[in-house]
């Protein structure tokens, strides 16, 4: 039998069941249908698509009904191997390179393997919280992180490997008051309702908030960086309008489907059928977008009036990886064509060619000028690149990069931000720190010359001058994690991006004249920049510093040079990656990374979409697929998470993150009637949970968990649409993360 739901914009989603009610088809408006197979043993196939073009995934199993492979369209695999007890002790990874797994005896993971690495290790306390993480031995210091807990099982200390050390205080009611670092500390205020009305950070930017009910509704910072954020919700939780220091705010409109439609003075076309960008207009200038059936773009054209000024076509293969682009910038048309390893590594680009070891260090880097070679330590700390060396603090930041006698320094906070780099010529520069952890200013000389204000999480709404005056308003829509335009000095501009965000035109909307052209080799190192800092985006829409080459994403910093971060990823193992170092799996051109925490697909949606997970335990294996509205997409599969019933439900889920701290909900109604809660506060990839029935009573599987991305998350699916981050995130006290979908699930015992 046939399920067809339409959306409140008139959009369809079809699912088909089988005698048996399993999902055998999801088809969304008229993309491609993803047609799923069974055996006895259950799932054995997903397939996108038809004919020629059509994209299979293939599950296979042992006499046990373990999963011990994924073959993947490009005939790709992956396996799992398991000790007696069901838990995957191994996970060989398309090249065959290993990554090994090991227990205590509590059953918990007590080690990781690297391939061709040495160990990380962890142990726990009588409680099971984990107390201590071990690197790598790559000095004669500690290669230790230690954690210690309150009796409410709170977090309370960060111990971290170079001494320094993070001490976080709690009030009677279990509220987090103040975190204290070596050279700053963070208080917190709380209103009567429980929100955080004050984020005070010693020698950076106090940081105030404003409410409506739990909505946040203004952001305003004091300090050295000065200034107001507002915004204003609808019904629907939709924002509506963005003000900057009392200015006419920018206003937003939606779709029936809640998917944006206008922002300010751009106005976004949608696909009646599936939602997806298809244009945008903002004065003279321009764009159009195409798609396969699988979402993903096919071609870009930007116009001002009636002359392209970027036209781009892309290849791809059987996975939706882009395989050559033809891009027609200023009348010049070149070709360039891409090439990955059986890792999904970039190995190849038109002029360059790059090579890795067994865990994701690229070894070596050849390019027009030569070939140059890296080293790298136990801990994948880049040692040397070409003529360049490197060192770093015990807890693993770049500390120093010397090149002919040039030495260029670095210094961290214990919370993981760059707040000083001095230059070989002795030029200095500091970067301002808010309450909310987020780049707010830059100082050269002490002098300060930029301040940001952001209008989400890592969404800036505003540039200003040294005197806090505002330079350049930006408004966002189509492209999510970065903005559509900028409004400066009485001139309206376009930025023209790339589906990673990385700008490429600055237009005048009203003259078509080039304020700015930026163009990048493959990892993002900037070949052409016409007017360095018109304005502070770059590379996959990252703040871009030209006085150090640095890219800020999120949490950590960028180095295109090497094509690696400078400090390891603060979400450790739960980014998905065994290296901690390495930027999107060295998958520059599908991937990006906003967060500094995971990579994810270039075309990335919070609107209409299916999605789906593979989950395998000890109990078992389950297949979910998710229809709705919401953040997310794609499938996924994770080896630790415990397996989902054979269901239908309606889900609802809300969360927030802010830094490593995070929580939120989920309700969801069952097939039965049954209403079901979860809550959950984490720090980190830890996470504490409960589950409540309707009626308030908890129910089974509560308790404190290291999250099941901790192991590594596979994702063998593609996200669709192309709405971006902006919305993903948006805030609500720190961050709110929002889905409403149909979810369909079945279920294997072992």
Not at 313 to 319: E, L, V
Not at 612 to 637: D, H, P, Q, R, T
Not at 722 to 745: D, R
Request: a negative charge; charged letters at 20%; glycine letters at 14%.
């Amino acid at each position: 039998h046939t399920l067809t739901t339409k959306t409140a914009a008139g959009r369809s989603i079809t699912v088909t069941f089988d005698a048996q009610d399993r999902v055998t088809s999801l088809r969304r408006g008229d993309l491609a249908p993803v047609f799923f197979g069974y055996d006895a043993t259950g799932l054995i196939s997903g397939t996108q698509g038809a004919g020629a073009e059509a994209r299979t995934l293939y599950f296979v199993y042992d006499s046990a009904g373990n999963l011990t492979g994924v073959i993947d369209p490009l005939e790709r695999s992956i396996g799992f191997g398991y000790d007696a007890a069901g838990r995957v002790i191994t996970h060989t990874l398309p090249d065959g390179q290993v990554v090994h797994y090991a227990y205590n005896a509590n059953g918990q993971l007590s080690s990781i393997t690297p391939p061709d690495r040495p160990a990380h290790a962890f142990e726990y306390t009588a409680i099971d919280q984990i107390e201590r993480i071990t690197a790598p031995d790559v000095t004669a210091g500690d290669d230790r992180t230690q954690l210690t807990y309150n009796v409410d099982r709170q977090l309370t200390g960060i111990q971290r490997p170079d001494g320094q050390a993070i001490a976080l205080n709690y009030d009677a009611a279990g509220r987090l008051i103040n975190t204290v670092l070596p050279a700053a500390a963070i208080t917190y205020t709380y209103a009567p309702t429980g929100d955080v009305v004050q984020l005070d950070r010693s020698g950076g930017a106090n940081l105030s908030r404003t409410y409506d009910g739990f909505l946040l509704t203004g952001e305003t910072w004091s300090g050295p960086v000065a200034g107001t954020v507002t915004r204003t919700t609808n019904a629907d939780l939709n924002v509506t309008a963005i003000g900057v220091n009392g200015a006419a705010p920018i206003t937003y409109q939606y779709d029936a489907d809640d998917l944006l439609t206008r922002a300010g003075a751009l106005t976004v076309t949608r696909s009646a059928q599936n939602g997806l960008i298809t244009g945008s207009t903002l004065g003279g200038v321009s764009d159009a977008w195409q798609y396969n059936a699988f979402a993903e773009p096919i071609s870009y054209t930007a116009r001002y009036t009636s002359t392209p000024v970027l036209a781009v076509r892309y290849q791809r293969d059987a996975i939706g990886r882009i395989t050559a682009i033809t891009e027609t910038v200023a009348g010049a048309t070149r070709v360039i064509t891409y090439a990955y390893d059986l890792a999904g590594r970039l190995i190849g680009a038109t002029g360059a060619q790059y090579t890795y070891d067994a865990n994701g260090n690229r070894l070596s880097a050849t390019e027009v000028n030569g070939t140059r070679l890296a080293t790298y330590d136990a801990q994948d700390r880049l040692l040397t690149f070409g003529g360049a060396a490197y060192t770093y603090t015990a807890a693993g930041e770049m500390k120093t990069k010397t090149i002919g006698g040039q030495t260029t320094t670095y210094t961290y906070d214990a919370l993981g931000n760059l707040i000083h780099v001095t230059l070989p010529a002795g030029t200095t520069i500091d970067y301002v720190i808010d309450g909310d952890d987020r780049r707010v200013g830059k100082r050269v000389n002490g002098v300060l010359v930029k301040g940001w204000l952001y209008e989400d999480r890592t969404g800036i709404a505003a540039e200003l001058d040294g005197s806090n005056a505002v330079v350049s308003r930006f408004v966002y829509g189509a492209s999510g994690h970065v903005p559509d335009y900028l409004l400066r000095g009485g001139h309206t501009y376009r930025l023209i991006t790339d589906p990673l965000g990385s700008v490429r035109l600055v237009v005048d909307v009203n003259t078509g004249d080039i304020a700015q052209r930026l163009d990048y080799d493959a990892f993002g190192r900037v070949l052409t920049d016409t007017q360095p800092g018109f304005q502070p985006f770059g590379f996959a829409g990252g703040l871009y510093d030209p006085d150090t080459g640095l890219v800020r994403f999120g949490l950590r910093d960028y180095d295109a040079e090497t094509g690696r971060w400078t400090a390891k990823d603060p979400i450790g193992f739960a980014g998905g990656d065994t290296n901690l170092y390495a930027y999107v799996e060295n998958d520059p051109i599908n991937r990006h990374d906003p967060l500094g925490l995971w990579s994810m697909e270039g075309s990335v949606y919070a609107g209409l979409g299916v999605g789906g997970k593979l989950a395998v335990s000890m109990e078992g294996i389950s297949f979910c697929y998710e229809v709705g509205l919401g953040a997310g997409g794609g499938v996924s599969v994770d080896p630790l998470e415990g397996i989902d019933r054979d269901s239908m439900s309606v889900v609802g889920e809300l969360g927030f993150k802010a830094w490593i701290f995070g929580g939120g909900g989920k309700v969801e109604l069952d097939d039965c009637g049954n209403l079901v809660g979860e809550g959950k506060g984490c720090v980190g990839p830890f996470c504490g949970k409960r589950k409540y029935d309707a009626l308030g009573n908890e129910q089974p599987q509560n308790g404190f968990e290291v999250s099941s991305d901790v192991l590594e998350t596979i994702n063998v699916g593609r996200e669709g649409g192309v709405k971006g981050l902006k919305e993903m995130y948006k805030n609500v006290g720190f961050k709110l993360e929002g889905k409403v979908a149909a979810k369909f699930c079945v279920q294997h015992k072992w």
